[in-house]
């Protein structure tokens, strides 16, 4: 929240002054008849980013004043406030959320509902759950074939499937299952814009995963983590002769101050002052190759972790102690091999 | 008083709260005054025939740095203490409740003996023997209305304990039996009415739902020590929440005894927020306090929407005006000796206009016109020490100060106002080049100690981590080896001035656009060097810096 310090550091001509609002005298006036009504759908508006908003309204005259909600996770803080100008107020509005992950979150939503210009409010407390996966908006047009896939088996009946998809998606109505008893529906990924298709029918066997895309993107990581490894080492053998040759110079400007030698010690101070600057720089560019680094490990490590989630309990940690074992011994294919099908 | 005609005005140092005799009965010669103010001191006045002298002042400061005590709302006098000498009892807006005692008559003041706390202000205080005879009480009453008393009676007199069982005696048995069938019949009362309420909204005919009215008690005061304002914000009942806003942009200051949660929203300035901060109170929090501080020239409103544990649930807004000179307070006297600045304005406008529009622009300011032909009011800026003098009257206006921004934004803000109403303004101004220079003069300290302290800071991570490393730190620098000391006090320093150096390069920013302003010139272009001399402001010193504003 210091963003203030940027408008404070311009003091007062950074931004327009505003004019004073008037106060209003109170009346406490009776509200009949007001309920709201709330409504959250998933929107790819083109004027802002894709999110998911939430719709309020009041059922007579009364307009909205303002809405807090609370919850945990999906803003900077623990609660996002709508607030528009006097002058604008409506009764209905709409408020845009952005949740960052897949997780469901509890919104606790305070309303407040009055009348124009009153300095008291109703308030209207109202509890939703946002599911799951609210950031996939539901396809009616044909999207193309994802390259990358799962395939699984549950021991679930179609109906369960379907009940799971009702709650863990932001769907206006509840999906039915098919005539035979099956199931095919296509989100798009309202963040990345990729599709995801849904297929629900009979039997497969085994647990089989292909991400061609992921696995490159892997490969070339690995290949940037070898190259870092090699710059550091020789940027620490760069620094060890760094040391070895100021402990010489030192020395060497001290036997010139006790000889009285002031031109050469002068000499040796100056090539220590520039020996100074090289390690400063040195240090420097270690710190980027540092930094590069440690992204790159990250990427790998979140890729274990996404193959690691493909399964369930022991086949998931055997798959993810596997991919550790494949990237010390920097055997590639063995790593493809593992994420594909779960074996080495 | 004679005739309702003002015998002398007294000089205090700052907006009085509360009036009690001295001893109770007005001192040896019945003409000793006690006074509280609304920031916390205590203070003796004699009053004589002709005027009045001040015996001593009671400042406000606590034990550890930064704590505040609040202002005192009532005081009475009793023997607590059972020494024979009748002791000082205060109540505060905090909810403090202090016993100071007179080691010296009033020769001096008096010292702090006991102090307790309770979460609600105090509204009424009073020493007695109450519950018990032979034990001395001090009798409160809180906003929410809870009356209460602190005794001296030791607690466990009607209570014997043997073999871990523990007896209570046949009085106190039925004082809690009668204050239960109490509790059980007030809760009855409160369900038959929420009922009938419930009915009446759900009925079939247009139901009335009508917002129930509780009583806000707030008071927003500017605090001179550090600038900013504390706004106080107290219930009668349990708060559940409290949403901030504000359509200009203000820093918010950390208060240690805020129990509440605070969480900030992302705002838009195109929607008119500039600041959008909830506080999720806890259970039976009543009261909330929150210290601001604003940006002089940034003029607007502070909401705050109280919303009570309640049901029905409802919500009150309190509006609180943020003034373009807000962090200038009144002071009595004018020093005539510094350079100032003056601005003159003459028009078509009464005593009352231009007192309205006086108080539009500063705080601490009756809202009715003095009487008289002319008014004259003094403040000074609570950031800089600089003074402002408005001496006007129907027709005419003068402004003095020796800080030149104060002199543009009262001109900015005085002719959109006089414009507003359609009045024609003869503005004139006298801008003094010294006064530039003195302004520098004083802000040179606080930059230089805010500088100081930023890289003081900075040095410290270095510094510790080279500390846990080596078992011996006496090869540092006596320099480095006092900020490895110090490091917490540092750290808390900072951190309890967020935005202290941005605020003092934005003032100075202004007084270098304002005195270029007033030629006429924009020197807008030239800022970023300017801020590059202040970020390098450690290796270079003050003449740079004068000279950088005075060339043209």
């Known amino acids: 929240m210091r963003r203030i310090s940027e408008w404070a550091r311009l003091g007062k001509y950074s931004l327009a002054n505003r004019q004073q609002q008037e106060t209003k005298l109170e009346l406490s006036q009776p509200i009949r008849n007001c309920r709201l009504v709330l409504q959250l759908t998933g929107n790819e508006e083109n004027s802002k980013p894709p999110h998911v908003e939430i719709a309020l309204a009041t059922t007579n005259d009364t307009v909205i004043r303002a809405v807090i909600i609370f919850a945990e996770g999906i803003f900077e803080g623990e609660s996002h406030v709508f607030h528009p100008r006097e002058n604008s107020l409506t009764s209905n509005i709409r408020v845009p959320l952005y949740p960052p992950k897949d997780v469901p979150v509890d919104l606790h939503i305070k309303t407040m509902v009055g009348y124009k210009g009153s300095l008291h409010y109703h308030v209207f407390e109202l509890t939703r759950q946002l599911p799951r996966f609210s950031m996939y908006a539901l396809c009616t047009t044909s999207v193309n074939q994802p390259q990358g896939f799962v395939k699984f088996k549950l021991n679930e009946r179609v109906a369960r499937i379907v009940m799971w998809i009702n709650s863990s998606f932001l769907l206006l109505e509840d999906m039915q299952a098919n005539s035979n008893g099956g199931l095919e529906v296509s989100f798009l990924s309202l963040r990345s814009s990729l599709p995801l298709i849904i297929e629900v029918s009979s039997a497969c066997d085994i647990v089989e995963a292909d991400f061609p895309g992921e696995l490159e993107q892997l490969g070339s990581v690995l290949e940037r983590v070898e190259e870092y490894h090699a710059t550091r080492q020789r940027l620490s053998a760069e620094m060890a002769d760094h040391s070895g040759v100021i402990r010489t110079l030192v020395v060497r400007a001290e036997d010139a101050r006790l000889m009285s030698d002031m031109q050469s010690m002068r000499q040796w101070y100056g090539e220590l002052y520039n020996l100074n600057k090289d390690l400063i720089s040195g240090y420097k560019i270690r710190c980027n190759n540092h930094q590069e680094l440690l992204s790159c490990l990250k990427q790998v490590n979140q890729t274990i972790q996404k193959a690691g989630r493909l399964r369930v309990g022991k086949s998931k940690t055997v798959v993810v102690s596997a991919c550790r074992q494949a990237i010390k011994s920097n055997n590639i294919n063995a790593l493809t091999k593992i994420i594909r099908s779960g074996t080495t | ?552």
Request: with cysteine; hydrophobic share 35%; aromatic share 8%.
């Open chain 2, 1 to 552: 008083m004679r005739d309702s005609e003002v015998l002398y005005s007294v000089e205090l140092p700052s907006p009085p709260s509360s009036l009690q005799l001295f001893y109770n009965d007005g001192g040896e010669n019945g003409d000793q005054l006690l006074y509280g103010t609304t920031d916390g001191k205590i203070g003796l006045v004699q009053l004589g025939r002709g005027s009045a002298a001040h015996r001593w002042v009671l400042e406000n400061s606590s034990g550890s740095v930064g704590t505040r005590q609040g202002g005192i709302t009532c005081m009475d006098h009793h023997d607590i203490t059972g020494d024979g000498v009748r002791d000082l009892l205060v109540g505060r807006d905090d909810g403090t409740i202090e016993v100071f005692a007179y080691e010296d008559g009033d020769e001096s003041e008096p010292t702090l003996r006991f102090s307790t706390a309770c979460n609600e202000s105090i509204t009424g205080i009073q020493g007695a023997v109450v519950g018990n005879a032979g034990y001395d009480e001090i009798l409160a009453s809180t906003y929410t209305g809870w009356v209460f008393g602190v005794t001296s009676e030791p607690m466990d007199r009607h209570m014997t304990s043997e073999s871990g069982v523990v007896h209570i005696s046949q009085e106190s048995k039925q004082k809690i039996q009668k204050l239960r069938l109490e509790i059980d019949e007030l809760q009855q009362r409160v369900l038959k009415e929420r009922d009938q309420y419930q009915a009446a909204t759900q009925s079939a005919f247009p139901g009335i739902s009508a917002v129930p009215f509780f009583s806000v008690n707030d008071k927003i005061s500017l605090n001179r020590s550090d600038a900013s304002y504390l706004l106080s914000v107290e219930v009668q009942t349990a708060v559940d929440n409290v949403l901030l806003q504000s359509d200009v942009p203000i820093d918010l200051l950390d208060v240690e005894k805020n129990s509440a949660v605070v969480s900030y929203s992302t705002c838009d300035p195109e929607s008119g927020n500039f600041l959008l901060a909830t506080y999720r109170c806890q259970a039976n929090t009543t009261r909330l306090e929150v210290r601001i501080r604003t940006i002089e020239g940034q003029y607007g409103t502070l909401q705050a929407y109280i919303t009570p544990r309640l049901q029905p649930k409802c919500c009150q807004v309190r509006q609180y005006r943020i003034k373009p000179l807000s962090l200038h307070s009144r002071i009595h006297s004018f020093d005539p000796n510094r350079p100032y600045n003056t601005l003159t304005l003459k028009g078509q406008f009464t005593l009352p206009e231009m007192h309205a529009w006086v108080v539009f622009c500063l705080p601490e300011l009756p809202e009715r016109t003095p009487s008289g032909e002319r008014a004259e009011f003094t403040f000074v800026s609570t950031f800089l020490d600089t003074q402002l003098q408005c001496i006007y009257g129907p027709g005419e206006a003068v402004f003095r100060s020796d800080n030149i921004s104060t002199i543009s934004i009262l001109k900015d803000v005085l002719t959109k106002e006089a414009t507003r109403k359609k009045v024609r303004l003869d503005i004139s101004c006298e801008v003094s080049e010294e006064s530039v220079v003195h302004a520098l003069h004083l802000l040179h300290p606080r930059l230089e100690a805010q500088l100081m302290l930023a890289k003081q800071v900075s040095l410290i991570d270095a510094l510790r981590e080279l500390g846990s490393h080596e078992t011996d730190t006496s090869f540092l620098s006596p320099e480095y080896k006092q900020i490895l000391d110090n490091a917490d006090e540092l750290l808390a320093q900072y951190r309890k001035q967020p935005c202290h150096l941005e605020r003092l390069y934005g003032m100075i920013t202004d007084l270098f656009i304002d005195k270029y302003k007033f030629k006429g010139v924009n020197v807008k272009s030239r800022v970023p060097q300017l801020l590059e001399i202040l970020d390098n402001y450690g290796s270079l010193d003050l003449q740079h810096l004068i000279n950088f504003f005075q060339a043209q």
